[in-house]
Nanobody, 122 residues
């Protein structure tokens, strides 16, 4: 499956932003989808995930209550709604697909999008 992330940009603290990830080639519903982010000088960080068909979600504590993941299997797309953004949310955000068991570690994800930059100014 090929993934294409979009929707990043420059926003102010407190603003909202919605990232999207479009999938092509492959059966989208076969994959749980994760969002990760990579800030300068830090390791890639798990943000959240959504299950294949039951749409179960799980979030990192740092974004819980502010970020929401949704997916539309008919359109082969997954979204990350980010509210109440903080400067520490600044990072390149990646969507990723996992055909195995639900996981929060990057190594469990086989396919990755190219990343979209989110910059939150204070």
């Amino acid at each position: 499956v090929q993934l294409q992330a979009s929707g990043g940009g420059l926003v102010q603290a407190g603003d909202s932003l919605r990232l999207s990830c479009a999938a092509s080639e492959g059966t989208f519903s076969s994959y749980s989808m994760g969002w990760f982010r990579h800030a300068p000088g830090k390791e890639r960080e798990f943000v959240g995930l959504i299950g294949r068909t039951d749409y179960t979600t799980y979030y990192a504590n740092s974004v819980k209550g502010r970020f929401t993941i949704s997916r539309d299997n008919a359109k082969s797309a997954v979204h990350l709604q980010m509210n109440s953004l903080k400067p520490e949310d600044t990072a390149v955000y990646y969507c990723a697909a996992n055909s195995g068991a639900i996981a929060t570690t990057p190594k469990e994800y086989t396919y990755w999008g190219q990343g979209t930059l989110v910059t939150v100014s204070s």
